[in-house]
């Protein structure tokens, strides 16, 4: 989640989505945008010169605003000389089915805790990084008003105001300091707090000290992206990784993500979530034995996925609750 002009929390997979996720270029809040719509440059053959771009914020919008919005698959075109143009792009393995005048319903995170609790689910809010800088300026004064500290505590603070226990969340942050805060000034939601690690290469991932360390320091819960898991050893079969050894050794619980994320595996599209693992990687079957060795020989507490079902039919077959 991130938040908008009048400090009100939403649910977004970043601050600044809006002009890929929304159909925010077709309405006139377009205006409103921190880098409005700017087409395409081509030349005479029609070769693309300059890639379109925008960049709108919900920040740059009141909670009424951002509400008045529609969601749709987080694409763009780059070639696009329109902004509806802009809005299409979408990889031929995703689709746009929910889209439209009736559907892709934005939500406020109260919103989001009250569905959840109605559907008897638990919750695992992610708070965003901002990318206005912090503290940020809600009233245009010229002063910062808004900390870091406030946003992360409104988070939890949320979830309070709904009588949700501790127990049924688990908030995660790619920031140390938020998990830090949580543990520090909200033990009952700290102890359960995932710390998710954006190493984008093996060489990035922290050490087996490093590892130690988080659990020293009431951190139970880490989520690196599912490479960091993941090797293979001299017979071409995906195993273990010396990462996933050293953090069941810190006693440190392990989530991960994200599970399907590449489109077709038997085409090779598998790079950054499948680096450490690509040549165990032959056909679409080959997630099921990914999702076995992590559940089985990593021991992982949860995984994320694009396409759920498949880890619901894993699960179901064998038994996992």
Known sequence: MTFTKDKELVCRHSQCDLHTTTNILETP?????????RPAQLDAAGNLVQAASAQCCASDLTLDEFKTLRGKMDSFDPAATSAAAYLGGNPSWRTDLYAGATSGTLLTHKESIRLFKKRGVKMTPELKSASVAMPYDSDGDGTGDYTQQNYTQQMIDEYKAEDVRPRNVFPQSFDIGDIRYWIAKEPEFGKQAVYLDDASVVAELPTAAQLAAYKAEGINIVAPPIFALLDVNDSGNVVPSRYARDAKNAGLDIIIWTLERSGILADGNNDFYYQTFDSAIRR????????????????????????????????????IR
């Open 29 to 37: 809040l377009a205006e409103k945008c921190t880098q409005p719509f």
């Open 284 to 319: 679409e079957g080959d997630k099921m034995k990914v999702l076995d060795v992590l559940a089985r020989n990593v021991g992982i507490r949860g995984i994320f996925s694009d396409w759920p079902a498949t880890v619901s039919y894993y699960a179901n077959c064998m038994n």
